[in-house]
């Protein structure tokens, strides 16, 4: 047996023992890693700390998180020079660094590199050092300038520079024949010339929420298939959109466009199309060219008609007309056989044409932010409705045919003028969301206890007394309210 005495000093021993080997250990993990390819890793806990990953997860979960230096790296991050040339992927997310580290620019076998949200002003030419990195990341920085020394890594594949300060992009990016995606949205952009055209690998550019007020289309290569341009300034497009013959998705949306070039129409392959919000008046014909289009996002333009062709467009299932100050719905709408979701809010409608019923496979339709003051009867007649936004209009009641919409699952009644619910509503075995804030409700039916799949209802802003809602919550135990 231990004297009680001496027994304090031995468990002192014991630990100053313990923590010595396992500093040793931390330090053997670091420094004599295996020689293979390794990621590193610092990431933020909660106390602002850092912790390192060399892939000994369990182990480094034991561990007292490493402090952070003003020099914006740790102890254990000096000492990796001397295996630097092992680290493959390497992630400095929000560290609060305002000067790129560099010991990165030893790590030449680096092919990921993420420096997001950080306090970045500027890339150093060294970067160049980096032959092998494929993938770079900047989003959530201060860099006001593009950095031009990324165009002499050959071997990229990835840019990626949103919200950033960013005001000119005037680049060639021709040497970069591995290029497959370049993001650059959210920053002031006014200024493009942007120099693409020999990048046969690039498929994705993404230059939204900008200033840019004309892109030349002709500068990217026919390899792209996504571009999005929303939310800039742009008035104008050139004809030459035509050789993106490859392109499937492109967002054009919130800009100040006038009119589409014939060449527009020649673009087969596209998927989905947004021209929503901008100055269009007129839609040719030659839409039915896009036999491949399954979304069309035309909302908020000056459209007074549909083009009649739009009946011709097998795969489009998805149309958005909302926003259009149209009073009476196109009846080319009712001719697209598969469409399954149909957004016309925020019109003037007061009701719906009778061919409505004939769109039986819809599954999804907002008629939110118009003049109803009943539901139309033919929406009663869509078997396959799943959910159905009629917020925002001026509904006093809802009609007993509601127990025809046997497969909805999401019902949004919220802002209207509705008084009570039908006992029908029992029918809608299906239904998990019913939102009906904002309206006149005092009481309601003991019908609603046969929505067994109920999860969220909401009754906030009506007239409900607190006998009404302790009698709902016992009708349905597995329910969220919002009171």
């Not at 396992?22 to 806990?45: G, K, P, R």
């Not at 950080?118 to 920085?141: D, F, G, S, Y």
């Not at 030459?240 to 998705?249: M, S, V």
Request: hydrophobic share 40%; charged share 25%.
């Amino acid at each position: 047996m231990l004297n009680n005495k001496r027994y304090p000093i031995c468990i002192k021993t014991i630990i100053i023992i313990s923590l010595f080997v396992l500093s040793i250990f931390a330090n053997c993990l670091v420094l004599n890693a295996n020689e293979s390819n390794f990621d590193f890793t610092i990431s933020y806990n909660l106390q602002n700390n850092i912790v390192l990953d060399l892939s000994y997860n369990d182990f480094c979960q034991r561990q007292k998180p490493i402090p952070i230096n003003r020099a914006a790296y740790s102890i254990h991050y000096k000492k990796l020079t001397k295996r630097s040339r092992l680290i493959a992927n390497l992630s400095l997310v929000g560290q609060n660094i305002s000067v790129v580290p560099q010991n990165i620019f030893n790590m030449i076998n680096l092919r990921k590199l993420d420096l997001s949200d950080n306090k970045i002003r500027e890339i150093p030419q060294e970067i160049v050092n980096l032959k092998n990195l494929r993938e770079i990341k900047l989003n959530n920085n201060q860099l006001e300038v593009f950095p031009m020394a990324l165009l002499d890594l050959p071997n990229l594949e990835v840019i990626e520079l949103s919200n950033n300060k960013i005001s000119a992009l005037d680049a060639n990016f021709s040497k970069l024949k591995n290029l497959k995606k370049i993001i650059i949205s959210k920053n002031k952009i006014s200024y493009i010339n942007f120099l693409a055209s020999n990048c046969q690998s690039l498929k994705q550019i993404d230059f939204s929420h900008n200033k840019i007020r004309d892109f030349e289309f002709a500068n990217c290569p026919t390899s792209i298939e996504n571009i999005d341009l929303t939310k800039n300034r742009i008035s104008r497009i050139s004809d030459a959109i035509k050789k993106l013959k490859g392109i499937k998705y492109l967002n054009l949306s919130d800009n100040y466009v006038k009119k589409l070039p014939k060449g527009f129409y020649k673009l087969i392959k596209l998927k989905e199309l947004d021209i929503s919000s901008n100055d269009i008046s007129d839609l040719s014909n030659n839409i039915s060219h896009f036999s491949s289009l399954r979304s069309l996002n035309i909302g908020a333009n000056r459209l007074n008609v549909l083009p009649a062709a739009i009946k011709k467009m097998p795969a489009l299932t998805v149309l958005k007309i909302s926003h259009s100050k149209t009073r009476i719905l196109p009846k080319q709408v009712f001719q697209i056989e598969n469409l399954r979701t149909l957004d016309i809010s925020g019109n003037h409608l007061v009701n719906l044409p009778k061919d409505f019923s004939k769109l039986k496979k819809l599954s999804e339709l907002d008629i939110s932010y118009n003049n109803f003051k009943k539901l139309p009867k033919d929406i009663f007649k869509l078997k396959n409705l799943k959910h159905l936004n009629c917020s925002y209009n001026f509904l006093t009641e809802i009609a007993k045919d509601i127990k025809h919409l046997k497969s909805i699952q999401t019902l949004n009644l919220s802002n209207n003028n509705i008084l009570e619910l039908p006992e029908t509503i029992s029918f809608l075995t299906n239904c998990k969301i019913i939102l009906l804030a904002s309206n006149k409700i005092n009481y309601l039916p003991s019908a609603l206890k046969q929505l067994y799949s109920l999860r969220v209802l909401d009754l906030r802003k009506n007239l409900l007394s607190n006998v009404e809602k302790q009698k709902v919550k016992k009708f349905l135990t597995k329910t969220r309210f919002i009171f």
